[in-house]
């Protein structure tokens, strides 16, 4: 990725989303927390240093899907730090407000850091071509220009994703044991009400998006990633049966 997304990642600081607010479709269990606890959390904010946290300082919307079946699709909102200009770690949550359950974490690397990697390794990484050039993935709030930029950098680049609490399934807790997720690689395989709702909510035109987008480079995908278009998808079994698992109808070649 090139050297200049760092600084803008920290100029933009998140892409404030304004209004458009996504809500986590998740009520945990519980009590209501008590006026100590409020007040020893009032207490470590001030006190406590939370550098980790505050170098997550861009926002990024996408959409995922369990690896072996695509029917589990789900919106994905990125919270992300750059480590170097060629590694980021992206913390990613159900939701973009304060009440938003973790689902899980996505790495991304360079195509040169992914070209790198052992073949076994590779089958664990999905590509961002389509995601940035259909117009998928956004970074809300921020400025066409600037998202433009931010993009040309992301098109060439791998994730490695994994969710740790299937928000779309389990409604209270996170049960069972992560599992791998990839990303779309062609039309016709995110289901359009998905798309559509995201869009008006957060305000996002992801068809001028696409549009906007046409001159960014079209890079071939390196070989290796984005192993479930060619056989067996790989996931973790779920010793628990939650379900999470590759179903029949799911597994396999991308539809066409």
Not at 5 to 11: H, V, W
Not at 103 to 117: A, D, H, K, Q
Not at 150 to 159: A, E, H, Q, S
Request: hydrophobic residues 35%; contains cysteine.
């Amino acid at each position: 990725m090139a050297r200049r997304l760092p600084a803008l990642a920290a100029a933009l600081l998140l892409g404030a989303c304004g209004d458009h607010e996504a809500p986590s479709p998740v009520q945990a269990p519980g009590e209501s927390r008590s006026s100590t606890d409020l007040m020893l959390e009032t207490g470590a904010s001030a006190l406590q240093g939370k550098a980790p946290l505050q170098a997550l300082n861009l926002y990024l919307d996408g959409f995922h899907f369990y690896s072996g079946r695509m029917d589990g699709q789900m919106e994905a909102h990125h919270y992300c730090s750059r480590l170097n200009d060629e590694v980021s770690q992206c913390v990613i949550y159900d939701g973009n407000r304060a009440d938003a359950k973790i689902m899980g974490v996505e790495y991304i690397v360079s195509r040169r850091l992914f070209e790198g990697l052992p073949d076994a390794e590779k089958a664990l990484w999905h590509s961002h071509v389509h995601e940035v050039k259909s117009g998928q993935l956004v970074a809300p709030g921020v400025p066409d220009v600037a998202e433009t930029a931010l993009m040309k950098d992301l098109v060439d680049t791998y994730g490695k994703t994994f969710h740790t609490w299937h928000t779309d399934q389990d409604k209270e807790l996170p049960v069972g044991v992560p599992q791998l997720m990839m990303g779309f690689t062609a039309d016709g395989q995110l289901r359009p009400e998905l798309l559509k709702e995201r869009d008006e909510r957060l305000g996002i035109d992801s068809t001028r998006k696409r549009a906007s987008r046409e001159s960014l480079p079209l890079p071939p995908i390196a070989e290796g990633a984005d192993a479930w278009q060619r056989g067996p998808p790989l996931q973790i079994t779920d010793p628990t049966g939650r379900g999470h698992h590759p179903s029949e109808a799911g597994a396999g070649h991308a539809p066409r």
